[in-house]
C-alpha cells in the first residue's frame, strides 16, 4: 500500500510507522512518474464537482503562499518571520532534501494541455528527511543539497512561478506553481475572492506616479489579481496572494509588498500535525453548524 501511494511511512529510530495519506498533499503526488490518462481525468472532475468546495470550508489552506525572494520588503520596511522567508526555510532544514516532478504540470502534459509558463518540471522541494526517503524509496524523488535547492527557486522565480510551501511554520515541502497546471491555484482562481481563502502574510501595492504602464505584472500575476485603469497598474487586493512576482520584475519599482494588519495575519500552524487537527476541528465545527442549521429550518 506504501508504494501504491494509499498510505505514508517514517522511521522513528529503529521503528518503521505508518499512517494513512491524504488525498491532497497525499495520494494524488504520490502518483508522479507513474501517472495515467484516466486517473488525471478523475481527479480534476473529482476536484471540480466536490474537493474544492470541501477543502475550502474550513478556511485553514493546505499550502500557503510566501514571497519570492527578490520581492521581500527590507528589513527596515517590515519583520519577516523565518517561515516567510523562503531562503531561510531551506537554511533551517534541518534533515535531507529532495526533489521530485510537479504532479501538476506532469498531469498537464498526459493530457496534452502543457503548461504555458514554464518547461521546468522537477520542481517539487522536499525539505525533511522521512519525506525525502519516502519519495526516494518510491523510485520518484532524488536527494539534493540545500545549494541545489535554492538554485531551484532561483529558476522557478525567473520562470514566474509562485512559492507555495505546506501550512507550517516548518514545512515539509515547498511546491512551485503556475496558475494554468497547479490545481490549488486553478481552484483559487475560480474563487471570486482568492485571498479570503489564502493563507498569506503580504499583499501587493502599486504607486501609480512611479507606475509606467508597461502591464509586465499583468503578464506575472497568476491571480488575475492587476488590471490597467489610466494607463497604471491596479491591484485588486481581493485576488492578491502576495506571492511578489509582480513585484520581482517590476521595471520602475512602483509594485511594493506590504505586511497586512495584525488582525489580516493568517494563523500559521506550527507543524503538519497540528494543520492537520485544526482542519478536522473546523470540519467538525463546519458540520455541526450545518446540522444545527437544518434542525431550525425544520422547526420552522
Do not use: W
Not at 522536499?126 to 541545489?148: A, P
Not at 507555495?164 to 475560480?190: F, Y
Amino acid at each position: 500500500m506504501v508504494h501504491k501511494g494509499c498510505i505514508t511511512a517514517r522511521n522513528e529510530g529503529d521503528e518503521k510507522l505508518y499512517r494513512n495519506a491524504m488525498l491532497v498533499i497525499g495520494m494524488f503526488e504520490f502518483q508522479v512518474d507513474r501517472l495515467t490518462r484516466d486517473f488525471v481525468h478523475d481527479i480534476q472532475q473529482y476536484s471540480r464537482e466536490a474537493f474544492d468546495e470541501e477543502l475550502y470550508r474550513t478556511k485553514i489552506p493546505q499550502v500557503r503562499t510566501i514571497p519570492v525572494e527578490k520581492s521581500i520588503p527590507t528589513p527596515d520596511k517590515y519583520e519577516v518571520s523565518d517561515y516567510d522567508n523562503v531562503r531561510k526555510i531551506i537554511e533551517n532544514a534541518s534533515g535531507q532534501l529532495g526533489v521530485a516532478n510537479c504532479i501538476c504540470r506532469q498531469s498537464q502534459d498526459l493530457i496534452g494541455e502543457s503548461c504555458t509558463v514554464t518547461d521546468l518540471r522537477e520542481t517539487c522541494l522536499l525539505l525533511t528527511s522521512n519525506t525525502t526517503r519516502h519519495y526516494v524509496e518510491l523510485g520518484i524523488g532524488r536527494n539534493i543539497d540545500k545549494e541545489e535547492a535554492l538554485d531551484i527557486l532561483e529558476k522557478a522565480q525567473d520562470a514566474g512561478l509562485v512559492l507555495q510551501p505546506v501550512n507550517s511554520q516548518r514545512p515539509e515541502a515547498i511546491c512551485c506553481c503556475c496558475g494554468d497546471c497547479c490545481q490549488i491555484l486553478i481552484n483559487l482562481k475560480r474563487h471570486p475572492f482568492p485571498a479570503a481563502m489564502a493563507s498569506a502574510s503580504f499583499v501587493a501595492r502599486v504607486d501609480p506616479e512611479v507606475c509606467i504602464g508597461c502591464e509586465t505584472c499583468l503578464e506575472r500575476c497568476q491571480m488575475e489579481a492587476l488590471s490597467m485603469e489610466d494607463e497604471h497598474a491596479v491591484v485588486n487586493p481581493d485576488r492578491c496572494i502576495g506571492c511578489g512576482l509582480c513585484v520581482s520584475t517590476c521595471p520602475s519599482g512602483a509594485l511594493s509588498l506590504y505586511r497586512k494588519s495584525e488582525e489580516a495575519q493568517p494563523e500559521i500552524p506550527r507543524n503538519q500535525m497540528e494543520a492537520y487537527a485544526l482542519r478536522m476541528k473546523a470540519r467538525e465545527q463546519a458540520k455541526a453548524d450545518l446540522n444545527n442549521k437544518l434542525i431550525r429550518h425544520k422547526r420552522v
